[in-house]
Every structure is written in structure tokens, then in C-alpha cells.
Nanobody, 124 residues
């Protein structure tokens, strides 16, 4: 059974940094995509960043390129999202998702397994 547990959310001022972590069990990162999505109040859920198949294929939303970075710790089955230069528009609930890689962009991959989410709040 796949389980995803997010951590690392919190409140920060604009320009600050946070690191989110997604600890996974029941998945193998050598054949799996892990993605971060976010959803702000009254907005649709958007893909933020994703990494697939042993860190060879990554994708970032245009809005976070150059500011957010994914990393994988295979020893602990953890995918982390380092978020720098945060802005108020980054405020959202952030969700970790995982599934096997099918095709195309990792952000467009189908994700059946989701964590409970962690809140990120950025104040101006």
C-alpha cells in the first residue's frame, strides 16, 4: 500500500525559503514519478514540480522555475522540494503525489496516490 506523508510547511515572509518533504512507502523511485501540486483557496490544483524514473526526468511549472528545486533521497524514500524566493502567490496547500511513470511530462502524469497536504503561507 502506498503512503505519502508531507512535512515542512509553515509561514514565511516574502523572499524567504522553505523545504517540503514527502516520505513515501510502498513505492519504488526507480520506476515512479513523485510530484508536488498546490491548491490555493478557490483555485484549481496546479502541478508545481515532478521527478520520475530515478531522477532522470524532472519538470517544473514556469512559475517556480529557478526558485524551486527537487531532490531525492533514495535511502529514506523522500522527495524534497526546496522553495526559495517565496512570494505571496506561492501561498497554498501543497500536496505530494506518486504513481508509476506512463509517458510525457512528469507534471502531466496520472497520479493516483496522494498525501494529506501541508500548508505554505507567504506573507508580504
Amino acid at each position: 500500500q502506498v503512503q505519502l506523508v508531507e512535512s515542512g510547511g509553515g509561514s514565511v515572509q516574502a523572499g524567504g525559503s522553505l523545504t517540503l518533504s514527502c516520505a513515501a512507502s510502498g513505492v519504488s523511485y526507480m520506476s515512479t514519478c513523485v510530484a508536488w501540486f498546490r491548491q490555493a483557496p478557490e483555485k484549481e490544483r496546479d502541478g508545481v514540480a515532478a521527478i520520475c524514473t530515478g531522477s532522470r526526468y524532472t519538470a517544473y511549472a514556469d512559475s517556480v522555475k529557478g526558485r524551486f528545486t527537487l531532490s531525492v533521497d533514495n535511502a529514506t524514500n523522500t522527495v524534497s522540494l526546496q522553495m526559495n524566493v517565496l512570494a505571496p502567490e506561492d501561498t497554498a496547500m501543497y500536496y505530494c503525489a506518486a504513481d508509476r511513470y506512463r509517458s510525457g511530462s512528469p507534471l502531466g502524469n496520472e497520479y493516483r496516490y496522494w498525501g494529506q497536504g501541508t500548508q505554505v503561507t507567504v506573507s508580504a
